[in-house]
Each structure stands twice: as structure tokens, then as C-alpha cells.
């Protein structure tokens, strides 16, 4: 994006989840069109109906973000069906299980890697290459705060989300030249599926997953609009940053 054009074309990945669907329809107000690719393609085609509401074109697709071949083939789909990619909010990612870390399976652990990791590296990759070719994008990945902070009980996510901040800084260092951008978004607990399914093993596990009960969860679209404000020439100059949303939660 240069010059205030608005940017044509959006891609969400895990579209059809809660944090995905705030984020699909935050950035439908600033784009013509929006890609919403998920595993789960009811979710996806019903965000994608919201975002036909809303004003906007859009595009559901079912993939697995962790299969280099889906990852390819949703980059070329969305760019030969809807136009050249100018936001992707590099979303998609899974929760795992809440055990201690002695007691936290192997398989899982792996999971987490290949979803959270791999699937946020094979985006960035395919959509980069792209980007590469005209020489502007806003990459926005969305990691967490556990990012930045360990967590009783969640080893594979502390882990995979650890490593999605470094990828974040290492693809906004490779690109630094050009005027495409790599941010991460750290939400911290969110009114989601998600963090009901987590608080709930925690509270069959007795592990405290929160640090202060005096901070209200946010809401996916408070997610939404700060990917929306990475996403725009409003940011032109924040690159490689940890934007955190969590209230003050890491604070406490
Ligand atoms: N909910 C929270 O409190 C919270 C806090 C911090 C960070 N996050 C992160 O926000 C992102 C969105 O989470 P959410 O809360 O909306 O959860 P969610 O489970 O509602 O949404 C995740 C979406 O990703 C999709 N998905 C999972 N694996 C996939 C794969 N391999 N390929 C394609 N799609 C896949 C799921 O089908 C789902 O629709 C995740 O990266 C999550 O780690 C969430």
C-alpha cells in the first residue's frame, strides 16, 4: 500500500474462528475484497457471508495452513481470484493441551509446531514471494502473549508462539528494504472458543493459567483494530513490532 490507496485485497487465515472472523470483518471495511481460509470450511463460508454483508467481496477457502502445497495453492486461489494480496493477517493456530511439562505429550508438542510454526512460515513465505513482486504488503501475525512470558501448563504454545515472534522479526528484517511490513499482534486472553477450551483443562488440572482476575478478557475486535491500524499506512514506519492487547494482563 502507498499514498493512502486503499489496499484491494485482504487474506485471513483461521478466518472462520473468533479472533479471524473480528479480524475478516475489521478489515472488510478497509479493503474490496477479503480471503478467508480455514480447516474448517462451514466456519470460513460463513465469515465470508459476513463479509458480503458487510460490503466487501469474499473468498472462502478450506486449507490446512500447514501443508506447504495448500499454502501455495491458497496464495495463487486468492491472488488469480480476487487480485494481488496488499493485507494478510497470518492468524491461524491451535491451542494444544494444558498439562505440565513433564507430563505434556509429545505428539501435541509437535502439533503445535507444525500448525503454529510451520503454518505461520509457509504464509509468510508464499505471501512475501508475492509481495516481493510489487514491493508493499502489511504482514500481521498474530502470536500472543505468550509470546513474551512463559505459562504454567501450556509448553507447546509457549513454544510455538515464542517462535512466532521470531519469525515476525526475521521476516520484517528481510524485507526492511521494501515497503512490505511484519508485525505480530500479542492478544492476551480473549472471549473466544479458544480460551474457553484452555481455562477449562486448566481448571480440571488445578494450574492457574491467569495472573490477574482484575483484568477482563478483551473481545476479538479489540484484536481486530490493531490489526486493522498495522495493516494501514497509518503504520507505515512499525516494522518488526510486538504490538501486545491485553489490558495491562502481562503487566500484573
Ligand atoms: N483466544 C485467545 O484468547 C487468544 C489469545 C492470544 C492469541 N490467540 C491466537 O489467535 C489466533 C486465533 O485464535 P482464536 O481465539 O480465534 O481461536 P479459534 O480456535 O476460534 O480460531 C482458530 C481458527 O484457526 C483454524 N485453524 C486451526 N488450525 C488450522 C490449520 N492447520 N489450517 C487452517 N486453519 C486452521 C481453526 O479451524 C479456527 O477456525 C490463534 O493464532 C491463537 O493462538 C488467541
Same mark, same amino acid.
Given at each position: #500500500?502507498?499514498?493512502? $490507496?486503499?489496499?484491494?485485497?485482504? %487474506? !485471513?487465515?483461521?478466518?472462520?474462528?473468533?479472533?479471524? *472472523?473480528?479480524?475478516?470483518?475489521?478489515?472488510?471495511? #478497509?479493503?474490496?475484497?477479503?480471503?478467508? !481460509? $480455514? &480447516?474448517?470450511?462451514?466456519?470460513?463460508?460463513?465469515?465470508?457471508?459476513?463479509?458480503? +454483508?458487510?460490503?466487501?467481496?469474499?473468498?472462502?477457502?478450506?486449507?490446512?495452513?500447514? @501443508?506447504?502445497?495448500?499454502?501455495?495453492?491458497?496464495?495463487?486461489?486468492?491472488?488469480?481470484?480476487?487480485?494481488?494480496?496488499?493485507?494478510?493477517? =497470518? =492468524?491461524?493456530?491451535?491451542?494444544?493441551?494444558?498439562?505440565?511439562?513433564?507430563?505434556?505429550?509429545?505428539?501435541?508438542?509437535?502439533?503445535?509446531?507444525?500448525?503454529?510454526? +510451520?503454518?505461520?512460515?509457509?504464509? %509468510? +513465505?508464499?505471501?512475501?514471494?508475492?509481495?516481493?513482486? &510489487?514491493?508493499?504488503?502489511?504482514?500481521? =501475525?498474530?502470536?500472543?502473549?505468550?509470546?513474551?512470558?512463559?505459562?504454567?501448563?501450556?509448553?507447546?504454545?509457549?513454544?510455538? +508462539? /515464542?517462535?512466532?515472534?521470531?519469525?515476525?522479526?526475521?521476516?520484517?528484517?528481510?524485507?526492511?528494504?521494501?515497503?512490505?511490513?511484519?508485525?505480530?499482534?500479542?492478544?492476551?486472553?480473549?472471549? @473466544?472458543? #479458544?480460551?474457553?477450551?484452555?481455562?477449562?483443562?486448566? *481448571?480440571?488440572?488445578?494450574?492457574?493459567? *491467569?495472573?490477574?482476575?482484575?483484568?477482563? /478478557?478483551?473481545?476479538?475486535?479489540?484484536?481486530?483494530?490493531?490489526?486493522?491500524?498495522?495493516?494501514?499506512?497509518?503504520?507505515?514506519?512499525? =516494522?518488526?513490532?510486538?504490538?501486545?492487547?491485553?489490558?495491562? #494482563?502481562?503487566?500484573?
Amino acid at each position: #500500500m502507498s499514498g493512502g $490507496d486503499r489496499p484491494p485485497v485482504a %487474506l !485471513v487465515t483461521g478466518g472462520g474462528g473468533d479472533i479471524g *472472523r473480528a479480524i475478516a470483518l475489521r478489515l472488510a471495511q #478497509m479493503s474490496d475484497a477479503v480471503a478467508i !481460509v $480455514d &480447516r474448517d470450511e462451514t466456519a470460513a463460508g460463513a465469515v465470508a457471508q459476513l463479509v458480503e +454483508k458487510a460490503g466487501a467481496r469474499a473468498l472462502a477457502i478450506r486449507a490446512d495452513v500447514s @501443508s506447504a502445497r495448500e499454502t501455495a495453492a491458497f496464495v495463487e486461489a486468492v491472488e488469480t481470484r480476487l487480485g494481488p494480496i496488499g493485507i494478510f493477517a =497470518n =492468524n491461524a493456530g491451535i491451542e494444544g493441551v494444558v498439562a505440565p511439562l513433564h507430563e505434556y505429550p509429545d505428539e501435541t508438542f509437535d502439533q503445535l509446531l507444525q500448525v503454529n510454526v +510451520k503454518g505461520v512460515f509457509l504464509g %509468510l +513465505k508464499h505471501v512475501i514471494a508475492r509481495m516481493m513482486q &510489487r514491493g508493499t504488503g502489511a504482514i500481521i =501475525n498474530t502470536a500472543s502473549t505468550s509470546a513474551i512470558r512463559g505459562r504454567a501448563g501450556l509448553a507447546g504454545y509457549v513454544a510455538s +508462539k /515464542h517462535a512466532v515472534l521470531g519469525l515476525t522479526r526475521t521476516a520484517a528484517l528481510d524485507v526492511a528494504r521494501t515497503r512490505i511490513r511484519v508485525n505480530a499482534v500479542l492478544p492476551g486472553p480473549v472471549e @473466544s472458543r #479458544m480460551i474457553r477450551e484452555l481455562e477449562g483443562q486448566a *481448571r480440571d488440572s488445578a494450574i492457574a493459567l *491467569r495472573r490477574s482476575a482484575a483484568i477482563a /478478557h478483551g473481545r476479538p475486535q479489540d484484536v481486530a483494530s490493531v490489526v486493522a491500524f498495522l495493516a494501514s499506512d497509518e503504520a507505515a514506519h512499525v =516494522n518488526g513490532a510486538a504490538w501486545v492487547v491485553d489490558g495491562g #494482563m502481562t503487566l500484573a
